[in-house]
């Protein structure tokens, strides 16, 4: 397929990897923050081919990972009232709440429908004026823009039987939380190419200079992530802290300000609580007061809805980069992507689902497929 | 680094949802919780041999040495209408399909209908001109039916259910559980059409892919392919669940390995740039109109040949081999040159967000 066959050329991945051979004199530890990047890599099998002192941690770039239990169980609450029609990314539909998850919400009578958009959500809620449609608005930056352009096309259409349920989080606070933890082993960053390409990368060059770190923005066809790990391999080997970008088709320094300038007026920063990592001040967005006739949890009163998570489950330190998905002792056994145990083994774009689908299942295969 | 997993009481995490309670639309997908489903829910009390082989269609023999094959689908596809064909032909390819696939001459077949209140007649009747057709190409004569009509909204229009039946000629023994270390797996032609042209026909993708669905009669392909060569020992139509789920299940059935070669896995570049928008992947999406057979490595070539003759095999690819190890699992060699698994899905394949 054009323009992306290219960015899977065997040779030219190959070509890459034998350089990042060349040049590799110790152990680093890079991590990809994006899930999407997650699941290309463990798809290609590209840890497989890269040299053995390169290990790879996976970030927590899984918007659908690290929604809050208490969104969902907020998401549950909305979408099982009346005449409400809710709708959401096709994946979030498998996030278990405290209870229950939207399948069963929508098995027991809940109108519960997969939008591809969140303007499709607008359209559902113009040819329903009956009905209260949600929208449940969450991700990172990526999806921010589609997300805010709906509120905005609901105030310019008039349309007030529309809302949306927010749960936005932020790159640059999640990687100086990771930074910041006394754990942190990580010594260089592929960051997220489609955050970047919305937002630009200044934001991340004074945290590439105080916590003294590279950063490398990085797409995720297989060449991409290749050319984001040897780039930042280059730049740890020289000793050069700094943020490179590899993925120049799509990002730029500024990134779009047409789409941060309609996010700002949207939305404004506010602290955020990660699923298995906890609050990150400042990590998250949220409706501004002038645009909370259209925020769902104001609408349907449940914001007082609480949800605790077990300390025992360790899905936090998957997302944080400390353990890999198969040292969890429930892993393939006790947690499969249709009995999952945590967030990680829900969503596809969910470290421990990419490990499951693709590489090892159960303890007794686990040399399986390498 | 960390060497050893954390200490944890037990491994509980707080959150499993298993959905054993009530039907959800994963339980339909093809996937892993249908699979649990018929092993849990119905294979126990309706146990038979012929069940229990798990194949398209179940196999019994009637007086010494005459065997049927006996198969039944229920169709229900929103919207009744698309690109290719409509309800009325899937209801008859889709059960002449299944009865060949263990090698039968598909020969009569019964048709259900559930009408809802209020379907237009005309409707109805250009599905049945469509049911004509097909089965006037696939040589199976409509012998019986039902019709029920259920209230308003109590129906998605219109549901089709039928059944088939077919003979068997004495000698063949074409079932999951007969792959075997060496064999060749082929598909018919390129994969993915139906179930993209149906999402799309749905006004579910955003964007025109001119793509037609692949609905077609098998059993004169299946006719030609086994007048070549008695060493074809699986065949499979990959319908719901796609590909990877046909073969996952045949590798299953016959405790082998199955590999298939990323590369040579025939798809239209519309299918591919459909699934990379949405974040699916071609092996798992619906064809109704092509088939998979693993068959001995000897034969293969002349099978392939055959196939490429006829109009529903000109596009037959080899896609890979089966091997004895690792029992039970489908395995991909990526076009990078490394390996990983392709599992049934769990349930419903859903859309990405990013």
């Not at chain 1, 009578?109 to 591809?116: H, S």
């Not at chain 2, 074409?174 to 006004?203: C, F, M, T, W, Y």
């Not at chain 2, 034969?299 to 081999?321: C, F, S």
Request: net charge negative; with cysteine.
């Amino acid at each position: 397929m054009k323009y992306l066959s290219e960015y899977r050329d065997a040779e030219l991945v190959h070509g890459l990897i034998a350089k990042i051979k060349d040049i590799t004199t110790q152990h680093w530890t890079l991590m990809e923050i994006c899930g999407g990047q997650t699941h290309s890599i463990i798809k290609n099998g590209l840890d497989q081919l890269l040299p053995e002192q390169i290990e790879l941690v996976h970030g927590p770039g899984c918007p659908v990972c690290v929604t809050p239990l208490e969104l969902i169980d907020k998401a549950l609450a909305i979408a099982s009232k009346p005449d409400v029609i809710f709708t959401s990314y096709g994946d979030m539909l498998r996030v278990p709440g405290s209870q229950a998850d939207l399948f069963s919400v929508r098995a027991q009578g809940g109108d519960v429908r997969v939008v591809y958009s969140p303007l499709d959500a607008v359209k559902l809620a113009q040819e329903n004026p009956d009905k209260e449609v949600v929208f449940f608005a969450i991700g990172f930056e990526t999806t921010a823009p589609a997300n805010v352009m709906s509120v905005l096309q609901a105030e310019q259409l008039g349309i007030d039987n529309f809302s949306i349920l927010v749960s936005h989080v932020r790159v640059p606070q999640a990687i100086e939380a990771i930074l910041c933890s006394p754990h942190n082993r990580v010594q260089g960053f592929l960051a997220a190419g489609h955050v970047c390409a919305v937002m630009g990368f200044w934001e991340y060059i004074p945290l590439a200079e105080k916590y003294g770190i590279p950063m490398t923005i990085t797409g995720f066809e297989p060449l991409d992530i290749v050319q984001g790990i040897l780039t930042t391999v280059e730049a740890l080997e020289s000793g050069t802290n700094q943020v490179n970008n590899a993925y120049i088709r799509a990002v730029t320094e500024k990134g779009n300000q047409s789409a941060q300038a309609v996010i700002n007026k949207v939305f404004e920063e506010c602290d955020r609580k990660w699923r298995g990592i906890g609050l990150i001040p400042g990590s998250g967005w949220r409706l501004r007061p002038e645009y909370s006739k259209y925020d769902a949890e104001k609408r349907f009163q449940v914001e007082t809805i609480q949800a605790e998570e077990s300390p025992l489950c360790i899905s936090g330190l998957v997302l944080q980069g400390l353990i890999k998905p198969d040292q969890c002792e429930a892993f393939g056994t006790l947690c499969t992507p249709e009995n999952p145990l945590g967030a990680t083994m829900v969503s596809d774009e969910g470290a421990c689902a990419a490990y499951y689908r693709y590489r090892v299942q159960e303890p007794d295969s686990r040399e399986t497929g390498s | 680094m960390i060497n050893k997993t954390p200490e944890m009481e037990s491994p509980i995490c707080p959150l499993p949802r298993k959905h054993t309670d009530k039907i959800v639309q994963g339980h339909g997908s093809g996937g892993k919780m249908m699979e649990d489903l018929i092993k849990d829910i119905f294979y126990p009390p309706l146990a038979n041999e012929a069940l229990l082989a798990g194949d398209d269609a179940g196999v019994v023999e009637i007086t010494s040495g005459r065997r049927l094959a006996v198969s039944t689908d229920a169709h229900v596809v929103s919207p009744l209408f698309f690109p290719g064909g409509d309800i009325g032909k899937l209801s008859v390819c889709g059960t002449v399909n299944d009865v060949a696939m263990v090698g039968a001459k598909p020969l009569y077949l019964s048709a259900s209908f559930i009408l809802e209140e209020g379907l237009d007649i005309c409707l109805l009747e250009k599905v049945v001109l469509s049911m004509k057709d097909a089965a006037e190409e696939a040589g199976v004569k409509i012998i019986c039916g039902d019709t029920k009509v259920v209230a308003h909204g109590e129906a998605d229009g219109l549901y089709i259910s039928t059944t088939g039946v077919g003979e068997l000629d004495p000698g063949l023994n074409i079932s999951g559980n007969q792959a075997k270390p060496g064999d060749q797996v082929i598909v018919s032609g390129k994969l993915g059409d139906h179930g993209i042209a149906v999402l799309e026909a749905r006004g579910d993708l955003g964007f025109e892919t001119k793509l037609v669905s692949d609905i077609a009669p098998l059993n004169h392909l299946i006719s030609a392919m086994l007048s070549v060569s008695d060493q074809i020992h699986v065949l499979r139509d990959p319908t719901r669940g796609g590909a990877a789920s046909a073969l996952n299940e045949i590798a299953k059935q016959s405790q082998v390995g199955i590999f298939l070669e990323e590369a040579l896995i025939p798809v239209r570049p519309a299918v591919a740039a459909a699934c990379e928008m949405l974040g699916f992947d071609p092996l798992y999406i619906a064809n109704e109109g092509k088939l998979i057979a693993i068959v001995g490595q000897k034969d293969a070539p002349k099978v392939l040949e055959k196939m490429r003759q006829t109009k529903y095999g000109e596009d037959a690819v080899l896609i890979g081999q089966v091997e004895d190890s690792p029992p039970g699992r489908l395995l991909l060699k990526t076009g990078l040159g490394s390996t990983r698994i392709v599992d049934l899905l769990a349930g419903e394949m859903l859309p990405r967000i990013c």
